[in-house]
């Protein structure tokens, strides 16, 4: 067990006649140890990105916010009116009528009748 352990720790499974397939074996390692640490690069790069574009979707969203409450403040009759008596257009004084247009009968529905 000791002859072993001393094997390993002085590397000879890397130098006597079977050392192709331990050979193999490491750079199949290697190449695994390499494909993961990709991985876990691409993952943090996508989770850094995702939090970048949450913060900027917060952002315009209260911008939107805040521009949707300026424009119901501009809609205001009362702003509106402010902003046409400095041009000295005012209200009228007569309220709006409604005008109802009645539709024609064409000469199809007048065959019909």
Do not use: C
């Not at 130098?15 to 991985?39: P, R, S």
């Not at 209260?62 to 501009?74: A, G, H, P």
């Not at 008596?85 to 007048?110: G, L, N, R």
């Amino acid at each position: 067990m000791k002859n072993k352990f001393y094997s390993i720790l002085k590397a000879r499974f890397l130098v006597n006649e079977d050392a192709t397939k331990n050979w193999g074996f490491i750079v199949f390692l290697i190449f695994l140890a390499i494909i993961m640490i990709a991985n876990t690069h691409s993952y943090e790069k996508k989770v850094y990105q995702i939090a970048e574009l949450t913060n900027e979707v917060k952002e315009l969203r209260s911008e939107f916010v805040d521009r949707r409450s300026e424009l119901m403040k501009i809609k205001m009759e009362s702003t509106v009116a402010e902003e046409m008596i400095e041009k000295e257009i005012f209200p009228s004084s007569v309220p709006p009528k409604k005008i109802k247009v009645a539709k024609e009968k064409s000469a199809w529905d007048k065959l019909w009748e």
